[in-house]
């Protein structure tokens, strides 16, 4: 038999028997990218079909979600202050939970005009993007078909599957559709690719990462680090790394607007407290230990890396030769590293790590790192199966590569069984329903105001402003601006229904009024005997203004870039058409 692949010919013979089969040598762009939107739309069909899944996290991000597109759908873009939260007492989660995914999801129920239209729709957008993604970052190093491949398996990768299927980590999901294209520029640049279209691509990609999800830009920035490093060739490092620092520099600058805040006031509510929840402490959520046998995500974590390993494990055979070439070796042996380091990381081996590297103990769960192993191995498993097709025409299968066949069915199983099917969907009525009971509700306690109580130990009030023995009469409750008009009488304090924040600001006649907060953490303000009318403001302080501005040069930064590419692009071809 005769094999065709491209213009190369694998011959063998059977008897006297000759046949002769054609491989296609390439595959389009067109034809990938309509393959991944089969393929994407296929892992985002249990969920059409039965409804959105209800995993652990799914109340949370909704609680974020339904405030934050009504506030869009007042024109304020960037609301400060989540004013249902805690039955009204609120709370300032939007100040610190990236509004990425749910920015989305805004769009998506503008499109759609509901909710559960919305989250079906974004996040089989998210699945597509995700394929594309890791297919972009393939074609760096494999040929069309096989990039192809490894986009179609990171779609159906297990952890990647998890994220949405049963553990409802929405806005993980959605930075794992975005960290491969990170990925992918790196890698570009790191192999000399000329312009700038590809330090945009880094820049715009790292601005959406972290604007979607920290935990993932704390493991993504980390990662990309490293496979930078791993990348580097030699007589291009000042060059490259120029590249490289220009598009994280204009990524975090068009991102500002939200970071800075974020690490500004992070002192400001109980999540930025030295002594955080022991749910959340790393040290007791590394895979394989014995605290992962007595926490329960961890241990269906476990599950996971288990299933992973198995699902990956062919591309042993690809890490044992590494590449033909010796920059394909090279390419493949960092993406080895990568893997396997994330692997580590997600285990007790690399505790002294976690107590070192800044930043990283605020990831909380270690096993998060098997997001990295997942778009890494997706490449090394597709970069691996033109050695098993060798093996299969040359007849060199043994019994015991039985076991890899073995593996990768009991993790297709483990994927189809556990993650997909035993899941619970909620059909749209039971998804609306859900949407009206989380409204308002109590909140994480480390979204709260330093100092402030939980609901349920705040001194219940007859109205939302109390200023005893006077009355109070309200004239104006709106989410970040309110009014009320107080009777004479002695001088006194008002109580509002509200938690203070630094930016609530009260004023009377353009005089600012003195606020502090109450034991339970609720909003004090000082009255003077007369009579007064009183205005409360949620204000942005003067840094916001700047950061702002600040983000708007970063993404003109990458339009520019874009722009000059394109011209650069255009320029070529008509000389070279001249």
């Given amino acids: 038999m005769s094999v065709v692949v491209g213009k190369e010919i694998v011959a063998q013979e059977r008897g006297n028997a000759s046949?002769?089969?054609?491989?296609?040598?390439?595959?389009?762009?067109?034809?990938?990218?309509?393959?991944?939107?089969?393929?994407?739309?296929a892992a985002m069909l249990p969920a059409i079909v039965s409804g959105i899944p209800n995993g652990a996290d799914l109340a949370n991000h909704y609680r974020f979600a339904l405030p934050f597109s009504e506030a869009i759908q007042h024109g304020n873009f960037a609301p400060g202050w989540l004013a249902e939260s805690n039955y009204g007492l609120g709370d300032p989660r939007f100040r610190f939970y990236p509004p990425g995914l749910y920015y989305l999801f805004a769009l998506g129920r503008y499109l759609t005009g509901n909710f559960y239209a919305s989250t079906l729709l974004t996040f089989t957008f998210l699945s597509i993007l995700?394929?594309?993604?890791?297919?972009?970052?393939?074609?760096?190093?494999?040929?069309?078909?096989?990039?192809?491949?490894?986009?179609?398996?990171?779609?159906?990768?297990?952890?990647?599957?998890?994220?949405?299927?049963?553990?409802?980590?929405?806005?993980?999901?959605?930075?794992?559709?975005?960290?491969?294209?990170?990925?992918?520029?790196?890698?570009?640049?790191?192999?000399?690719?000329?312009?700038?279209?590809?330090?945009?691509?880094?820049?715009?990609?790292?601005?959406?990462?972290?604007?979607?999800?920290?935990p993932l830009t704390v493991i993504g920035g980390l990662s990309l680090l490293l496979?930078?490093?791993?990348?580097?060739?030699?007589?291009?490092?000042?060059v490259t790394l120029s590249k490289l620092t220009l598009g994280i520099g204009v990524g975090l600058a068009a991102s500002a607007f939200f970071w800075v805040t974020m690490l500004a006031e992070?002192?400001?509510?109980?999540?930025?407290?030295?002594?955080?929840?022991s749910y959340y402490d790393y040290s007791v959520n590394f895979l394989f230990s014995p605290a992962s046998l007595e926490n329960?995500?961890?241990?269906?974590?476990?599950?996971?890396?288990?299933?992973?390993?198995?699902?990956?494990?062919?591309?042993?055979?690809?890490?044992?030769?590494?590449?033909?070439?010796?920059?394909?070796?090279?390419?493949?042996?960092?993406?080895?590293?990568?893997?396997?380091?994330?692997?580590?990381?997600?285990?007790?081996?690399?505790?002294?790590?976690?107590?070192?590297?800044?930043?990283?103990?605020?990831?909380?769960?270690?096993?998060?790192?098997?997001?990295?192993m997942s778009m890494a191995g997706a490449l090394l498993l597709a970069a691996s199966l033109p050695q098993w097709l060798e093996k299969w025409r040359g007849r060199r299968l043994r019994p015991i590569h039985l076991i890899f066949a073995l593996s990768a069915s009991l993790s297709l199983?483990?994927?189809?069984?556990?993650?997909?099917?035993?899941?619970?969907?909620?059909?749209?009525?039971?998804?609306?329903t859900t949407l009206r009971d989380i409204r308002g509700a109590q909140s994480f306690k480390d979204w709260l105001p330093v100092g402030a109580q939980p609901v349920a130990r705040v001194p219940k009030m007859t109205d939302k402003v109390e200023a005893p023995p006077r009355e109070a009469h309200i004239t104006r409750w709106e989410t970040e601006q309110r009014a009320f008009e107080v009777t004479p009488g002695p001088a006194t304090v008002a109580r509002v229904w509200t938690y203070y924040y630094p930016h609530w600001t009260a004023t009377s006649e353009g005089q600012q009024l003195p606020t502090?907060?109450?034991?339970?953490?609720?909003?004090?303000?000082?009255?003077?005997?007369?009579?007064?009318?009183?205005?409360?403001?949620?204000?942005?302080p003067e840094r916001t203004r700047r950061v702002v501005w600040l983000s708007g040069i970063g993404w003109l930064a990458i339009a520019m870039l874009l722009i000059f590419s394109l011209r650069r692009r255009v320029a070529r071809e008509y000389d070279g058409a001249s």
Wanted: glycine share 6%; aromatic share 12%.
């Fill in 413 to 432: 199983l483990f994927i189809g069984y556990e993650v997909v099917y035993d899941c619970e969907y909620l059909p749209r009525s039971a998804f609306e």
């Fill in 130 to 214: 995700g394929g594309l993604g890791l297919y972009f970052w393939a074609r760096v190093y494999l040929a069309p078909r096989w990039a192809l491949l490894a986009g179609i398996l990171y779609i159906v990768v297990p952890y990647h599957l998890n994220e949405f299927y049963q553990a409802s980590l929405l806005s993980e999901y959605a930075a794992c559709s975005i960290l491969p294209f990170a990925f992918a520029f790196v890698a570009r640049i790191c192999k000399g690719s000329k312009g700038t279209r590809d330090v945009a691509g880094l820049a715009l990609s790292f601005a959406l990462l972290i604007l979607t999800h920290l």
């Fill in 19 to 41: 046949v002769q089969i054609s491989v296609p040598q390439t595959i389009s762009f067109k034809r990938a990218a309509a393959i991944l939107v089969l393929v994407g739309l």
């Fill in 516 to 540: 502090r907060a109450a034991d339970d953490g609720t909003l004090l303000i000082e009255l003077p005997a007369q009579a007064t009318s009183v205005t409360l403001e949620f204000r942005e």
């Fill in 296 to 372: 329960r995500n961890t241990w269906y974590a476990n599950l996971l890396a288990l299933a992973m390993i198995g699902f990956f494990l062919p591309a042993l055979a690809l890490i044992k030769r590494a590449g033909r070439s010796k920059n394909e070796s090279r390419n493949l042996k960092a993406l080895a590293i990568l893997f396997a380091l994330s692997f580590l990381m997600a285990t007790a081996l690399s505790r002294p790590l976690w107590t070192v590297i800044p930043r990283l103990q605020s990831v909380q769960f270690p096993w998060r790192w098997l997001s990295i």
């Fill in 266 to 277: 992070l002192r400001w509510i109980q999540a930025g407290e030295v002594q955080p929840n």
């Fill in 227 to 238: 496979y930078a490093l791993l990348s580097l060739e030699r007589g291009k490092v000042r």
